[in-house]
């Protein structure tokens, strides 16, 4: 067996090993490469920064434990900036296995920046139906949730004071790992509701949706852990996404070592069974 | 019978599909009074379809488990696993956190659900790289594209390869912005309209496999 050939039937827990080192290392000793914030992420950052102090900003986190890595840091950064901003937040989750994952972070930053549930923000919790939800809330947000995750008459919630349903929305983001998901919510809420909207996914989820972005459906695009980081960096509070472009850095250069390592040998070998 | 079987669902379909389609461009507070009650009718159907498939799955791998066919065991652990979660969900009231402190239901969910999910993801990593070592081959000129494209993309998305190469930020995002937003727009476009002809097809009972296939 030539080395080509054996280089090529490498042990796959090698490659394993690697990557676990890939991801590791990095996390215990950071560098902290620069970012370049990209055009995408800069419109969501944007437009929740123009809104003027108390317009309604709704937030989607369609999405469950196992996208967590990616998506919690960018609702994580969106929920921060909208605080900041004193905008009133309405948020609600249309996957049923994200639910608890959900009110803990919307909790979790809410504790943090001091605001109050009820009056600076509620979240609506999980309601089935997927896109039935969405235009059940374009045509009547009591009826789609008549309480809140706690339990509390929507109807009764300083929050949605003036609120009646999606048109009354000022922004609109859905940080989406599937269906239902930002597309969902551009097909069923936007297109018919009219509210401004934006978007947050994975990373292998955002080339999907790069027409809507380029078409102007949806006007900023945050797109897996690289658009988490850049948020939080516009926001200025780096975190989690900030701390993992490292280890993403790393496995990526890793990843693309070893397409070319396997190119190499391929070529080696074919050269050999050929001449 | 037939009629029941047969007639009335396709009927019911061709009224409904026809109403809904005209719906969306009749802005008249009857049709939007319409749409909100349907609406809140799919809502609840889709609550019943969730006990519908909990049902299915359930029954599924009751049978498994009776014929100890291959692999029983971990239908016993879904078994387990579910009906345990569903009696504790039920104990505390669905909610994972009663006053700040978390219930048994939330300790499911934090310390069992979210890092096995999160486990599942996280492995896929290792498994990508090991398959991109093993598969991804200049074996086409087709292939070739591919494969320095792919390069090119994740140099640009990371400040690694950002800082390496400065370029490669710039030519991801034209790769992203225009071919690849081009390519599945077009993609977009053709299963659009292959919905329209399908949607139109059921409407009017030419394609009726949803109907299933008993005897008439």
Redesign the interface.
């Known amino acids: 067996m030539t080395l080509s050939e054996r280089m090529?039937k490498?042990d796959?827990r090698i490659?394993?090993l690697?990557?676990?080192l890939c991801?590791l290392l990095p996390l215990l000793y950071p560098v902290g490469?620069?970012?370049?914030i990209?055009s995408e992420v800069r419109g969501v950052y944007d437009h929740i920064e123009s809104m003027p102090e108390g317009s309604v900003f709704l937030l989607s986190i369609d999405f469950?434990?196992?996208?967590?890595?990616e998506l919690y840091p960018q609702a994580i950064a969106l929920l921060r900036h909208a605080f900041k901003k004193n905008l009133r937040v309405i948020t609600m989750t249309l996957w049923v296995?994200g639910t608890?994952?959900a009110?803990?972070l919307v909790t979790q930053v809410a504790k943090e920046t001091g605001k109050e549930n009820g009056t600076d923000y509620t979240f609506l919790g999980w309601?089935?139906?997927?896109q039935?939800?969405i235009?059940?809330m374009g045509?009547?947000l009591y009826?789609?949730y008549p309480s809140d995750y706690r339990g509390k008459s929507t109807k009764e919630l300083p929050i949605l004071e003036g609120v009646r349903s999606l048109k009354d929305v000022g922004y609109m983001v859905s940080l989406g790992a599937g269906r239902p998901g930002v597309e969902e919510w551009y097909v069923f809420g936007k297109d018919?509701y009219k509210f401004e909207m934006g978007g947050g996914c994975t990373?292998v989820m955002?080339?999907?949706l790069?027409?809507l972005?380029?078409?102007g459906q949806i006007n900023g695009l945050i797109g897996?852990l690289?658009g988490a980081a850049e948020y939080e960096n516009l926001i200025g509070q780096k975190g989690k996404a900030v701390a993992g472009?490292?280890a993403?850095?790393?496995?990526?250069?890793?990843?693309?070592a070893?397409?070319?390592?396997?190119?190499l040998f391929?070529?080696s070998l074919r050269q050999q069974r050929d001449g | 019978m037939i009629f029941l079987r047969r007639q009335l669902p396709l009927l019911i379909t061709l009224v409904t599909g026809l109403l809904f389609a005209a719906q969306y461009y009749v802005p008249h507070p009857a049709s939007e009074q319409m749409l909100t009650s349907a609406t809140k009718w799919l809502q609840i159907v889709g609550g019943f379809a969730l006990i519908l498939g909990v049902t299915s799955l359930f029954h599924q791998h009751a049978v498994k488990i009776r014929r100890q066919e291959a692999g029983w065991g971990y239908s016993l652990v879904l078994y387990v696993g579910m009906l345990g979660t569903i009696a504790v969900g039920l104990w505390t009231n669905g909610k994972e956190s009663v006053e700040g402190t978390m219930t048994a239901f939330g300790w499911i969910y934090n310390y069992m659900m979210v890092p096995l999910q999160g486990t599942m993801f996280a492995i896929l990593a290792f498994f990508i790289a090991s398959a991109a070592y093993r598969s991804f081959r200049a074996k086409s000129r087709e292939a070739a594209v591919l494969l320095v494209a792919a390069v090119i993309v994740m140099m640009g998305r990371v400040p690694l390869g950002e800082y390496l190469i400065p370029l490669s930020g710039d030519v991801s995002s034209w790769i992203l912005n225009v071919l690849n937003s081009s390519v599945r727009r077009a993609i977009l476009i053709g299963v659009s309209l292959g919905a329209v002809a399908l949607s139109f097809k059921i409407i009017f009972g030419v394609e009726r496999s949803y109907l299933g296939g008993g005897k008439e």
Do not use: E, W
């Open positions: 090529l490498i796959r490659i394993f690697m990557i676990g991801t490469l620069p970012i370049k990209s469950d434990p196992a996208s967590k890595p296995s608890g994952m009110d803990q309601s089935p139906g997927g039935a939800v235009i059940n045509q009547d009826s789609a018919k990373g955002a080339p999907g790069y027409p972005l380029r078409s897996g690289r472009m490292d993403q850095s790393a496995t990526h250069l890793a990843i693309i070893l397409v070319i390592m396997c190119n391929y070529f």
